[in-house]
């Protein structure tokens, strides 16, 4: 019986991160309007994968494993850094490239849909806040014995979650009125969007000191 509150406790805390303005939601939305609906959908299945797999590691232990390596959270940290600096400078570098119509083979596509999923996937992985707040929420909540029909619930239900979430963010901004309001301020969204981006990242290398 005890486990439905802390299901329900998981299930509501994860829904707040995942709807709070971050990284994950720029790479979602920009994917949204510039791209296809079909990429839009593929980078919100990447982001509830990287729910998933954070919410694996903290039923594996990721809370105790980050107070006893401090060392560990510091290197994640400066590799998100480095990551979403990176990202945010693709970004701001293509800002005035003009928007390309795909018109190209199935397998083509399949192929850019599938890089999509794994930037989408390496973006919400290279988040060390989602990190800290995924073990910390597990940790607070978990039953004291959780069962592997729990432990199953709560993974499904993270991933619904994420990926529920962004595929609503895909849907509302991949419409052709978004579209057409991207088209035509596509320079200052995108140099918008990378700075975000490239200030994330310097903000979580500036931080990498702290715990």
Avoid at 25 to 40: E, N, Q, Y
Wanted: hydrophobic fraction near 55%; include cysteine.
């Amino acid at each position: 019986m005890q486990e439905i509150p802390a299901l329900l406790g998981i299930a509501a805390t994860i829904t707040v991160g995942a709807i709070s303005p971050g990284p994950s939601f720029v790479m979602v939305a920009r994917t949204a309007v510039s791209k296809s609906r079909a990429d839009g959908i593929a980078a919100a299945f990447g982001m509830g994968a990287g729910g998933l797999t954070f919410a694996a590691a903290a039923l594996l232990g990721l809370h105790g494993m980050l107070l006893a390596a401090p060392s560990l959270y510091i290197a994640f940290k400066i590799a998100g850094g480095i990551y979403l600096a990176y990202l945010g400078f693709r970004i701001w570098q293509s800002a005035k490239q003009s928007l390309a119509v795909d018109a190209s083979e199935s397998n083509v596509r399949t192929k850019a849909v599938a890089r999509t999923f794994a930037s989408a996937l390496a973006t919400q992985v290279s988040n060390p806040k989602a990190a800290v707040i995924y073990a910390s929420v597990f940790a607070a909540f978990m039953p004291t014995t959780p069962t592997l029909g729990f432990d199953l619930a709560v993974i499904c239900a993270v991933f619904l979650i994420e990926a529920g979430w962004y595929t609503l963010v895909v849907l509302v901004l991949s419409s052709e009125r978004a579209r057409a309001a991207y088209v035509r301020f596509k320079v200052w969204i995108d140099r918008m969007a990378g700075g975000v981006m490239v200030a994330l990242g310097f903000r979580l290398l500036g931080t990498a000191q702290r715990l």
